[in-house]
């Protein structure tokens, strides 16, 4: 670091965090890079300045969560900030029911801080280990033909810009640049403040059955609308399904039926070896599915607790994942085709053989530009290969017909999962993505804010900074690295 200045060395000394040679790797550990310098600010003035010594040293900067993204969103080789302790409560208005903190606040102690006042979000997704500008970075979803997801619950933020600019914007004020960054990916600046719309706190009452696909993708608008909240795992291999129903309610708290032989010692630890075994033996895959469903998922379940205790549930091991949002009019065909392609591999000597299970949720339409939802009521279709013990598994060739599928019925992948659609596909897709790009230009006119995943996603590929990107990289060294798994 001997071209920072005297005075820029020791704040940085001061903000570094980590070892010395700092590698990040994502919570699948299927991304990974080692940047310059790793540093945790705690405070807005501390934001600035670290952005001013990137123009500076035209260096580039990306916030980082809890790492959880199963891509590359937040990799770099230049400077990685660690919000973990911009973990503040600024303001509560008990009237408006909103809740205003800091950015790197983790989503599980937002329950906390809401719950002591009295309140919860509307809507969560499976897990609340993302830091809240992390999560409406991609805007993170729940399941809810009423709820949007969780960057459409924002009634406010900060952000601080590529000229390290303070602005605070809502739909009163900076509009556009309020639409654009609460789904920002990264790309508009860093965010530092938002305001959480929120709910009086409330218990829900979980309903889990078992039933069969065909039946649901039958009758599949009363099943959605058969609750508040309604989720779904598909079997593959099987016409098995599982459909989770939540209601608001005012019944006593009754514990989940979830026991340690069952789902920690079977479902968990004895599973992931099965998976392991299965990478040498993978017609057992199929033979998995059954066995699974049949011993813990075929029967009725039922338990009522805190919101955010009900909506959360174990996502097991590192995995890869897909994921993307179709209008939900299409979901049924998009499963149904995806079952047919899964079953036509099973007949095959060497064919595909897929984890189970397939997850499908409902989000309601919202007006956040960059939003999956922007503009139409979708359902959010996820499929997954784990990772047992951290080994890789084939999965390329599973994406690849998934993605066919999810593009042919106009699906837009979620940003915090690797995929591959490009700029001028997202040109076709978002009716607001131009007005994105733009903003991104004004906001962050020197790439502060660009890394791989911004130029192969947001910028057409004659652009100037995707070169300066690829120049960053050999200069600093390599800005990531993932796993050549076998196709």
């Not at 007949?347 to 053989?353: A, L, S, Y």
């Not at 080994?391 to 837009?412: A, Q």
């Amino acid at each position: 670091m001997s071209f920072l200045s005297q005075s820029e060395r020791t704040f940085v000394d001061r903000l570094q965090c980590g070892p010395k040679r700092f590698e990040f790797s994502n919570w699948a550990g299927t991304f990974r890079c080692r940047p310059l310098l790793y540093l945790a600010p705690s405070t807005e003035t501390e934001v600035i300045e670290i952005v001013r010594i990137a123009r500076r040293h035209k260096l580039r900067v990306k916030p980082v969560g809890s790492g959880h993204s199963p891509s590359d969103i937040a990799c770099t080789s230049s400077i990685m900030l660690n919000m973990d302790k911009m973990n503040r409560v600024i303001a509560h208005d008990a009237y408006a029911c909103t809740l205003t903190v800091e950015a790197g606040v983790r989503l599980h102690d937002l329950h906390a801080m809401l719950q002591q006042r009295g309140m919860a979000l509307s809507s969560v997704g499976s897990i609340s280990e993302q830091s809240i500008a992390g999560a409406i970075a991609t805007a993170t979803h729940g399941t809810g033909m009423d709820y949007g997801d969780l960057s459409s619950m924002i009634t406010q933020l900060v952000i601080i810009d590529g000229l390290g600019q303070r602005h605070v914007c809502d739909k009163g004020n900076q509009r556009d640049l309020f639409d654009a960054a609460r789904c920002s990916l990264g790309a508009l600046g860093i965010i530092t403040q938002v305001t959480v719309q929120c709910e009086p706190s409330f218990t829900l009452h979980a309903v889990q059955t078992a039933e069969n696909l065909d039946n649901i993708l039958n009758n599949l608008s009363e099943v959605v609308y058969s609750a508040e909240h309604v989720r779904l795992w598909w079997f593959p291999h099987t016409d098995d399904a599982v459909v989770w129903r939540a209601n608001r309610t005012t019944m006593e708290p009754k514990p989940s039926p979830e026991t340690f032989f069952r789902d920690t010692l079977y479902g968990f630890h004895y599973y992931q070896l099965q998976l392991y075994k299965a990478r040498f033996t993978p017609d057992d895959i199929p033979h998995l599915a059954r066995e699974h469903f049949n011993r813990r998922f075929n029967r009725q379940i039922e338990w009522v607790d805190d919101s955010y205790k009900v909506f959360n549930f174990d996502c097991l091991f590192p995995q890869y994942v897909n994921e993307w949002a179709v209008p939900w009019e299409s979901a049924a065909e998009a499963l149904r085709q995806l079952r047919i392609w899964i079953n036509a591999e099973a007949r095959k000597p060497g064919g595909v053989r897929v984890h189970f299970p397939v997850e499908v949720r409902f989000v309601r339409e919202t007006d956040v530009w960059l939003s999956p939802a922007s503009g139409q009521t979708v359902c959010y279709i996820g499929i997954i290969m784990y990772r047992p013990y951290g080994k890789s598994v084939p999965y390329k060739k599973y994406w690849r017909v998934y993605e066919d599928i999810m593009r042919t019925l106009g699906g837009r992948p979620h940003w915090a999962k690797a995929h591959q659609m490009f700029y001028y596909d997202f040109v076709r897709l978002y009716p607001k993505f131009g007005d994105f790009v733009d903003m991104r230009a004004k906001c962050d006119p020197e790439g502060i804010f660009v890394n791989d995943y911004i130029c192969r996603h947001l910028l057409p590929p004659s652009h100037p900074l995707t070169t300066a990107a690829v120049a960053e990289s050999t200069e600093h060294g390599p800005q990531l690295t993932t796993e050549n798994a076998k196709l």
